[in-house]
């Protein structure tokens, strides 16, 4: 008997049908979302993500021209991705950030995002978002000037704070991240719950993951799970958690402050991953392929590129890419990753 709705062979598919089915690594995961490092250049030496020597001279300049960046983001868009988030290094120390973000933004329908350590944002909110920005992510791990000039090597807490307010001022979605490093900041936790309580935000605290010459020991790991009861303890309440959102929001399991429209998260990277519903890939300021944040080598497409690779020898290099990414990180097996790359380098 003939199929109540025969099935088109593949090939006949019409295009859109094709796009629509989109990117998928090689365990079937949809993968819609790009993180894309416009620089590995920074201006803080956060105590979680640079090596603890030898930073500042390997950091090297952007290899990505403005160009470059838009006409790979356009040809992974092609394939499905539907949100795009710029990091780095700095973002923002890229003086030509928001062509980048002009050219991406309608690419994806305007889901065009950024992190950043918020510096340079008291001076960039309008521009960032008059290119089409819908929203920044700033980097923040303590509500305290003393703390803050410890973790980041500078004593510039009131900027980014300024940098938060002018953000928001002109209509950016604005979130906080904080990494929580036992014997650093966990003392932060509670005064930085109470920046989201009274400004109105939503801060997410991030387990502190180990990558390339970053220190990271077993000492200074503090399990998501004990940062929401030290929050908890702290406000002297149980806080309710909010329905979870997809990935394409984040990771984060939010819970809203009572009393406030303010929320807090925890992104449980190693104590409780998402790898099984990842549905993202990196691409670094040399223009490579990183489809897992803790293994895979990188896969070049920029070169290709430059030697004139039509649109499809690049899907093809994509798709293969993604074949290899990784089922879970080797940390939930109890494995080391190895690391050629710094955080910074491929934006974290
Ligand atoms: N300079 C920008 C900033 O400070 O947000 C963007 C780059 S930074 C590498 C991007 C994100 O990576 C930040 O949210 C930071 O908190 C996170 N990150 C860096 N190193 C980390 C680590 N070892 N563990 C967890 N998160 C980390």
Not at 122 to 136: C, H, M, Y
Not at 227 to 249: K, S
Not at 251 to 264: E, Y
């Amino acid at each position: 008997m003939s199929p109540l709705f025969a099935t088109p062979p593949e090939n006949h598919l019409p295009r859109m049908l094709r796009v629509r089915d989109g990117l998928k690594d090689g365990l079937g995961r949809a993968i819609t979302y790009l993180r894309v490092s416009v620089t590995e250049q920074c201006n803080l030496a956060c105590v979680y993500c640079k090596p603890r020597t030898g930073v500042a001279e390997r950091a090297q300049a952007p290899a990505m021209s403005r160009n470059e960046v838009v006409q790979l983001v356009k040809v992974f868009t092609s394939l499905g991705i539907r949100k795009v988030r710029l990091t780095g290094g700095e973002p923002l120390l890229r003086r030509d950030l928001e062509t980048i973000i002009a050219g991406i933004s309608p690419e994806v329908e305007g889901r065009v995002h950024l992190t950043t350590n918020g510096l340079h944002l008291a001076r960039k909110a309008r521009a960032l978002r008059d290119a089409g920005l819908a929203g920044v992510n700033v980097s923040l791990d303590a509500a305290d000037a003393a703390s803050f000039a410890h973790l980041t090597g500078k004593n510039q807490l009131g900027k980014v704070l300024a940098g938060l307010e002018a953000a928001r001022s002109v209509g950016l979605k604005t979130k906080l991240n904080a990494v929580v490093l036992r014997g650093w900041n966990e003392d932060q936790i509670l005064p930085l719950t109470r920046l989201a309580q009274t400004g109105g935000f939503q801060v997410r605290f991030i387990e502190f993951m180990p990558y390339q010459g970053n220190g990271w020991g077993q000492d200074q790991f503090m399990p998501a799970a004990e940062i929401l009861r030290t929050i908890q303890e702290g406000l002297g309440t149980d806080l309710e958690e909010e329905p979870v959102l997809g990935l394409e929001e984040g990771p984060a399991r939010l819970f809203g402050i009572p009393g406030s429209t303010g929320k807090v998260g925890v992104i449980s990277t190693l104590s409780a991953d998402f790898c099984d519903r990842c549905n993202r890939v990196r691409l670094t300021s040399q223009g490579a392929l990183k489809a897992c944040l803790f293994g895979n080598q990188p896969v070049d497409l920029l070169e290709p590129l430059r030697n004139h690779a039509t649109h499809d020898d690049l899907v093809r290099l994509i798709r293969q890419a993604l074949t290899q990414k990784l089922d879970c990180h080797p940390m939930r097996t109890g494995g080391q990753p190895t690391f050629a790359q710094g955080m910074w380098q491929v934006g974290g």
